[in-house]
């Protein structure tokens, strides 16, 4: 049975919460604002969209020509990639893009557009990463297989050693595999957990939406590319693979110091699968933000700089969080709870590096300097 089956948070200390929802819903009243996207939320969506589909209209256009020039094409929609994914389809799936259900799962598929599946992302990302933050086991985003250590309750191995050294190379990796094995193997394992029963969805229509929407991304990133530009496989791999590192990459060091760093808390549940906090403090000691005062970097990465308030409040669309920040500090300071953030994003990238060599040592040696 899976850990999170089993978990449970306490009950007590409900009134930081309480009180902090009451004074986000009071600014949002206050001003007379929607929780949803507003017009900066729409252009940034039609940006990357943009973003990633031009420099492809533009290959098949013949606009570009030679390897250079399709090279550098294909690093653009990287940048379009992860942009549509840090914003749009995350936005979009958490259902904070609209207060419309039926527009947020159309944006939400933005995802399966660019190779995904909204589903997964969804179970994996909602459910099991928001709620269990950091726990290991029930974190997929601290449990990665083998390759890198991201818990202290994971297993160690020798090679993770240097893992601060070779996981950002791993991290370019992470579109790659997600799209072309890790989607199918975790629609599997959620169907025998259980999880799409709780999902209220049908297994044939799931598995019939991922393997369309896959047969649809292939034919018009690999085929139609290969065909109109008439050039060979290889020519196309290093294109295809140079698009998902970009975005991979992206991706990982944007998710990957809010939660792998210095300062940030592991809860191990009880032996009856009690944690010891409620879910709102848990996501408080779990939780860092990072270079909250660069507007332009949180424009590109949807917010989520802001971590500490999207764990929060999810259901906000993220164009909101900068505004709501002072409200969620102040509350935090006035219960006695520690509201972890980082000035820099390259404070954050080094301090998720020491985090990475720190776990990255035997537990043994740990223990014996500890």
């Not at 990357?48 to 399709?70: C, D, E, H, R």
């Not at 589903?119 to 985003?141: F, G, P, R, S």
């Not at 292939?218 to 975005?247: D, E, K, Q, R």
């Not at 210095?262 to 809860?267: A, F, L, M, N």
Request: with cysteine; net charge positive; proline share 5%.
């Amino acid at each position: 049975m899976p850990i999170y089956q089993n978990l449970r948070f306490a009950t007590g200390n409900q009134h930081f919460f309480a009180t902090l929802s009451q004074r986000v819903n009071q600014y949002f009243k206050d001003n007379n604002i929607s929780k949803q996207a507003n017009g900066e939320m729409v252009f940034k969506t039609i940006f990357m969209i943009t973003l990633y589909f031009t420099p492809y209209a533009l290959m098949l256009s013949g606009v570009l020509k030679g390897n250079a020039q399709l090279f550098a094409g294909a690093l653009v929609m990287g940048f379009g990639m992860a942009g549509i994914g840090l914003s749009i389809m995350h936005d979009a799936n958490h259902g904070s893009y609209s207060a419309n259900p039926k527009v947020n799962n159309l944006l939400g598929l933005s995802l399966n557009l660019v190779g995904g599946n909204a589903l997964n992302w969804k179970i994996q990302h909602n459910i099991l990463h928001h709620t269990y933050t950091n726990v290991h086991d029930a974190d997929e985003d601290i449990s990665p297989r083998g390759i890198l250590r991201m818990a202290p309750g994971s297993p160690w191995k020798p090679m993770h050693k240097f893992q601060h050294f070779y996981a950002w190379f791993f991290y370019g990796l992470l579109t790659f595999v997600w799209i072309l094995a890790k989607d199918f193997f975790r629609l599997i394992r959620y169907q025998k957990d259980g999880l799409l029963e709780r999902q209220k969805v049908s297994p044939v229509r799931e598995w019939l939406i991922l393997l369309l929407t896959k047969a649809v991304y292939l034919l018009y990133i690999c085929v139609i590319p290969m065909s109109v530009l008439n050039i060979g496989f290889g020519t196309w791999f290093i294109g295809f693979l140079a698009m998902h590192y970009i975005s991979g990459f992206i991706l990982a060091i944007i998710f990957q110091p809010a939660h792998v760093v210095d300062g940030t808390v592991y809860p191990e549940p009880d032996e009856h699968g009690n944690l010891e906090n409620n879910w709102a403090i848990h996501q408080l000691q779990t939780t860092t933000n990072f270079a909250p005062s660069s507007k332009w970097f949180t424009w590109y990465v949807g917010g989520l700089n802001f971590q500490v308030e999207h764990h929060l409040f999810p259901q906000i669309c993220h164009v909101h969080y900068p505004h709501i920040a002072p409200i969620v500090e102040a509350t935090a300071k006035e219960f006695g709870l520690e509201y972890k953030s980082k000035k820099t994003f390259f404070q954050a990238i080094a301090d998720h590096a020491r985090m990475l060599q720190q776990l990255g040592k035997s537990p043994e040696v740990v223990f014996a300097t500890a």
